[in-house]
């Protein structure tokens, strides 16, 4: 019994540990991205190039249905189309809406296929992690790189506005920390 306990408490401590090296080497692939932008977006167009490759060798060599495969590819032709402003990247693009919808479209068609179709969770593992998450996934930490890039509107103390350039994230955080205050009520000294 006591054996089991000491299992668990050791089971949430790798978990534990498992999840800040993620975060710790996130942070670290986002710093590097940030330094340097241009090799990341090369590194980005061989990984869609790669993607493209892997979805036609799937489709000719393991009988991949046709619609996983013709989504597949519209998805990363659309995340190529991002490459073209690459670091700055609007999320109200079309290219980015269109991708987040085909990815959508794309996970339903991979569950569907892998439903009716028995593969061991390897195989959906790799097609999972290199056919739908890998490249949205680099475009997530590259976001990082927009720091002093994207223009943001921001309130100056006599009520105008005014443009700086500031990162997406920081400005997001920002905006619902002041949301967050005005909702909160304010501290009033009470007297007596």
């Not at 054996?3 to 996130?26: N, P």
């Not at 109200?92 to 987040?100: E, K, N, Q, R």
Request: glycine share 6%; hydrophobic share 60%.
């Amino acid at each position: 019994m006591f054996l089991w306990l000491i299992s668990w408490a050791a089971l949430l401590a790798q978990v534990v540990f498992v999840v800040f090296s993620l975060a710790a080497g996130l942070y670290y692939l986002a710093e590097i991205i940030e330094e340097y932008s241009i090799v990341a977006k090369k590194i980005i167009t061989y990984l869609l190039v790669f993607v493209i490759v892997l979805y036609i060798g799937l489709l000719v060599f393991d009988g991949f249905p046709w619609g996983l495969v013709v989504v597949g590819l519209l998805t990363h032709l659309l995340y190529g189309s991002l490459l073209t402003t690459f670091p700055v990247i609007s999320l109200l693009s079309p290219g980015f809406v269109g991708g987040t919808l085909l990815l959508i479209v794309a996970h339903i068609l991979a569950f569907q296929y892998f439903a009716d179709h028995w593969h061991i969770f390897q195989e959906v593992l790799a097609f999972f992690f290199l056919c739908l998450w890998m490249v949205p996934f680099s475009f997530f930490i590259s976001l990082s790189a927009n720091d002093m890039v994207l223009p943001v509107s921001v309130g100056s103390p006599d009520g105008s506005s005014r443009r700086s350039r500031r990162s997406m994230l920081p400005a997001l955080m920002d905006f619902l920390a002041s949301k967050l205050n005005n909702l909160s009520p304010s501290k009033s000294s009470k007297s007596i």
